[in-house]
Structures are given as structure tokens and as C-alpha cells.
Nanobody, 117 residues
Framework: VQLQASGGGLVQAGGSLKLSCAAS????????MAWFRQAPGKSRESVAY???????HYADSVKGRFTISRDSAKTTVSLQMNSLKPEDTAVYYC????????????WGQGTLVTVSS
């Protein structure tokens, strides 16, 4: 599975951005899709994930502001980010768990989101 992320950029605090991640390859084996982020000097953290049946989970820090969604073909995952804060500044990575038996992690390239105060 290959993941291609897009949509990062510079935005002022309070603004919005939408990230997208397109999957290709063995897409029928994809289970959960997710977004992670890594801020400078910090460890990578989970932001949100969506299961194959549409169950979603969010980090407490983004609840009510971010929305994760997946298209009907389950090949694209998006992250709508509203009311952005400077502390949301990070490199965002899309992720999926995929496999025909055991599930493995696949990662897209990061996309930088910078929120100015």
C-alpha cells in the first residue's frame, strides 16, 4: 500500500485546513486509516483514526475541532482541521493498517502544517 498526503500549509490561528491522503496498491487490504503528527522536538502522536466501518476516535487535544472522514471507496482519508491553534503546528502523517492476515502499518510522507499566532 502506498499513501500520498497533501494539503498542508501555513494558516493563521483560528483558520482551517484540510488534509487528504490517497491510497494505492492493495487497497482491498486496508483496515484502519489514521492521521498522526509530530511537532518539533516531540514524539509522533495519534491525531485521529477511522475504522473500516466508520468508527472514529480523536485525541483529546483536537476533539470538536478536527474531523476525519473516508470516502466510500475507502481509498482516501481526509482530515478537516478547524479553529487551528499554534500548538497544532506539526508535520502530519497519514497512516493505514493493512494486510490480508496480519495487519501492518503503512505511512505516507509528511505534510507540514504551520499555524501562526
Amino acid at each position: 500500500v502506498q499513501l500520498q498526503a497533501s494539503g498542508g500549509g501555513l494558516v493563521q490561528a483560528g483558520g482551517s485546513l484540510k488534509l487528504s491522503c490517497a491510497a494505492s496498491g492493495n487497497i482491498d487490504s486496508i483496515n484502519t486509516m489514521a492521521w498522526f503528527r509530530q511537532a518539533p522536538g516531540k514524539s509522533r502522536e495519534s491525531v485521529a483514526y477511522i475504522s473500516a466501518v466508520g468508527y472514529t476516535h480523536y485525541a483529546d487535544s483536537v476533539k470538536g475541532r478536527f474531523t476525519i472522514s473516508r470516502d466510500s471507496a475507502k481509498t482516501t482519508v481526509s482530515l478537516q482541521m478547524n479553529s487551528l491553534k499554534p500548538e497544532d503546528t506539526a508535520v502530519y502523517y497519514c497512516n493505514c493498517k493493512a494486510g490480508d492476515g496480519l495487519l501492518y502499518d503503512y505511512w505516507g510522507q509528511g505534510t507540514l502544517v504551520t499555524v501562526s499566532s
